[in-house]
């Protein structure tokens, strides 16, 4: 793992090529050489080079933070190209790390960019954080966002924050010496379930540029000391209807983590979260039919009712001509089945249409079964000319 | 007054994301609410009738645990905001 033994206290000079790069901050009163000179000694570590994390590092370099961390173990896929911006179609397949780290370089060689490959976890943040004067946190989970948190508190390190789903965020900017915590807003995570995730419902390409930069733009100003960073204010985010709008926020003097503190050391975040590795998912405990099982069947002309628990959006992308009702109507349209027929629930990967599977059954459907990896596998397996999404 | 509902609660509210109420408290609104979408019920109190520690109820830009909690008095002109905490798009979480 790389580390950083000694800060940069304070830079000393631009170079000329450096000042012809920055011309256009220098010009300003709000930066000007002393600002430009704060933006080049500052380091800023970034978690996550996904959604967030692609225009937050992008902007952050551009602008001339002089060190920029990374931390992301992760490989770039090919449905993260529609919103993570800092990888191109000739990553897919690479280390986020890498491709993160290249596009960075390319955009301002004067950054100097440091990796961890490594995934986030109670036994290395404290560790991680020391060398850094601020974290900005971009990752995609609960108890990553908690285990921030806490490191940055006990480490004395501001912690700016962005989240999103689908077309909203929020931004804020916590765990600065007089302002709010995370855990003063959300002083405990969701169970797992409670709260949909971006998996089934999507995500705005978009969105998390908008909020990436937000995010970037509280951390600039955080190095300059100038305008009003988000400390004690969270800024919501609706995409669609292009609303922004502000709630206040306190610190909680009660909170564990920045009032009380009695959180001295960080946790298991998972254990916190809810999240038991030998949970056994739904759909290993409903019954089952593979694809090529209902190929056979449909083939020799057995009478099955296919039902499909996906979005109408969903259908018109690809489906194998069931019979649609969505998850979420199907209580109110399970009149619309015929339980002496033998049905067969699908969704796009089933772990949805397990959920129907577990739901009709508790209703009285004998005959339902799920099918294994839905039309994902279909696609796989049976009919390789449908697209897979 | 309005109640804004947050996209992730949309679809336990018919998929509205604003629900018109008439009362008086904090509680009374959201009470009202969870009569006329139960699903929501379930997603915003614990089985033990107390608000849900990841959910948090603002009256206009301020968060009700710093006035008077369900006791807060509402008025027509007021916006209730639900703000869950949210985290992107990790499957299973």
Redesign the interface.
């Given at each position: 793992m790389a580390s950083i033994t000694e800060p940069i206290a304070q830079a000393v000079s631009l170079s000329n090529d450096e000042v012809l790069r920055y011309s256009r901050h220098l010009i300003m009163p709000e930066v000007g050489m002393e600002g430009q000179l704060k933006l080049k000694a500052a380091r800023v570590l970034c978690i996550g080079a996904g959604?967030?994390g692609s225009p937050l590092a992008l902007y952050l370099g551009a602008a001339g933070v002089g060190t920029i961390g990374i931390v992301d173990f992760d490989v770039v896929d090919y449905t993260n190209l529609q919103r993570q911006i800092i990888h191109s179609t000739t990553d897919v397949g690479r280390k986020k790390l890498d491709s993160a780290a290249e596009s960075l370089k390319a955009i301002n060689p004067n950054v100097n960019v440091v990796r961890y490959d490594t995934r986030l976890s109670s036994a290395n943040a404290l560790e991680l954080f020391r060398d850094f004067d601020m974290v900005v946190d971009g990752?995609?989970?609960?108890?990553t966002?908690y285990l921030v948190n806490d490191a940055c508190v006990l480490s004395g390190k501001p912690n700016v924050y962005g989240?999103?789903?689908?077309?909203?965020g929020?931004v804020s900017v916590f765990a600065t010496e007089a302002g709010p915590c995370y855990r003063c807003?959300?002083?405990?995570?969701?169970p797992?379930g409670?709260?949909?995730?971006?998996?089934e419902g999507g995500?705005l390409g978009i969105l998390?540029g908008l909020v990436g930069v937000m995010q970037a733009t509280e951390a600039i100003k955080l190095i300059l000391g100038k305008g009003d960073p988000l400390i004690g204010r969270?800024v919501?985010v609706d995409a669609l209807a292009m609303k922004f709008?502000?709630?206040?926020?306190?610190k909680n003097p009660d909170c564990p983590a920045c009032g009380k503190r009695t959180i001295k050391e960080l946790i298991d975040y998972n254990e916190f979260?809810g999240?038991r590795g030998e949970e056994k998912?739904v759909e290993t405990t409903v019954p089952t039919i593979s694809v090529e099982e209902l190929k056979r069947r449909q083939d020799a002309g057995d009478d099955l009712f296919v039902l499909d628990v996906r979005e109408p959006h969903e259908y018109q992308i690809c489906n194998i001509n069931g019979y649609l009702i969505p998850l979420?109507d199907l209580p109110k349209r399970v009149n619309e089945l015929d339980s002496s027929r033998e049905i067969v629930a699908h969704c796009r990967s089933g772990m949805r249409s397990a959920k129907a599977v577990e739901f009709l059954r508790q209703a009285g459907f004998t005959k339902v079964k799920n099918l294994t990896g839905g039309i994902l596998a279909w696609a796989e397996k049976i009919d390789p000319k449908m697209p897979k999404y | 007054m309005k109640v804004l509902i947050p996209t992730p609660l949309r679809q336990y509210a018919d998929k509205k994301d604003a629900v018109e109420v008439s009362a008086t408290t904090v509680g009374e609104a959201l009470s009202q609410l969870t009569q006329a979408h139960p699903d929501l019920k379930k997603h915003l109190y614990t089985e033990g009738g107390q608000l849900r520690a990841f959910v948090n109820v603002y009256l206009n830009d301020e968060d009700i645990r710093y006035l008077e909690k369900d006791k807060t008095p509402v008025a027509p002109t007021d916006t209730l905001s639900i703000v869950p905490s949210i985290a992107g798009g990790r499957r299973n979480l």
């Amino acid at each position: 793992m790389a580390s950083i033994t000694e800060p940069i206290a304070q830079a000393v000079s631009l170079s000329n090529d450096e000042v012809l790069r920055y011309s256009r901050h220098l010009i300003m009163p709000e930066v000007g050489m002393e600002g430009q000179l704060k933006l080049k000694a500052a380091r800023v570590l970034c978690i996550g080079a996904g959604g967030l994390g692609s225009p937050l590092a992008l902007y952050l370099g551009a602008a001339g933070v002089g060190t920029i961390g990374i931390v992301d173990f992760d490989v770039v896929d090919y449905t993260n190209l529609q919103r993570q911006i800092i990888h191109s179609t000739t990553d897919v397949g690479r280390k986020k790390l890498d491709s993160a780290a290249e596009s960075l370089k390319a955009i301002n060689p004067n950054v100097n960019v440091v990796r961890y490959d490594t995934r986030l976890s109670s036994a290395n943040a404290l560790e991680l954080f020391r060398d850094f004067d601020m974290v900005v946190d971009g990752t995609d989970n609960f108890p990553t966002r908690y285990l921030v948190n806490d490191a940055c508190v006990l480490s004395g390190k501001p912690n700016v924050y962005g989240s999103i789903f689908r077309f909203e965020g929020q931004v804020s900017v916590f765990a600065t010496e007089a302002g709010p915590c995370y855990r003063c807003l959300y002083p405990e995570p969701p169970p797992p379930g409670l709260v949909p995730s971006c998996a089934e419902g999507g995500v705005l390409g978009i969105l998390p540029g908008l909020v990436g930069v937000m995010q970037a733009t509280e951390a600039i100003k955080l190095i300059l000391g100038k305008g009003d960073p988000l400390i004690g204010r969270l800024v919501l985010v609706d995409a669609l209807a292009m609303k922004f709008r502000e709630l206040k926020l306190r610190k909680n003097p009660d909170c564990p983590a920045c009032g009380k503190r009695t959180i001295k050391e960080l946790i298991d975040y998972n254990e916190f979260c809810g999240i038991r590795g030998e949970e056994k998912p739904v759909e290993t405990t409903v019954p089952t039919i593979s694809v090529e099982e209902l190929k056979r069947r449909q083939d020799a002309g057995d009478d099955l009712f296919v039902l499909d628990v996906r979005e109408p959006h969903e259908y018109q992308i690809c489906n194998i001509n069931g019979y649609l009702i969505p998850l979420n109507d199907l209580p109110k349209r399970v009149n619309e089945l015929d339980s002496s027929r033998e049905i067969v629930a699908h969704c796009r990967s089933g772990m949805r249409s397990a959920k129907a599977v577990e739901f009709l059954r508790q209703a009285g459907f004998t005959k339902v079964k799920n099918l294994t990896g839905g039309i994902l596998a279909w696609a796989e397996k049976i009919d390789p000319k449908m697209p897979k999404y | 007054m309005k109640v804004l509902i947050p996209t992730p609660l949309r679809q336990y509210a018919d998929k509205k994301d604003a629900v018109e109420v008439s009362a008086t408290t904090v509680g009374e609104a959201l009470s009202q609410l969870t009569q006329a979408h139960p699903d929501l019920k379930k997603h915003l109190y614990t089985e033990g009738g107390q608000l849900r520690a990841f959910v948090n109820v603002y009256l206009n830009d301020e968060d009700i645990r710093y006035l008077e909690k369900d006791k807060t008095p509402v008025a027509p002109t007021d916006t209730l905001s639900i703000v869950p905490s949210i985290a992107g798009g990790r499957r299973n979480l």
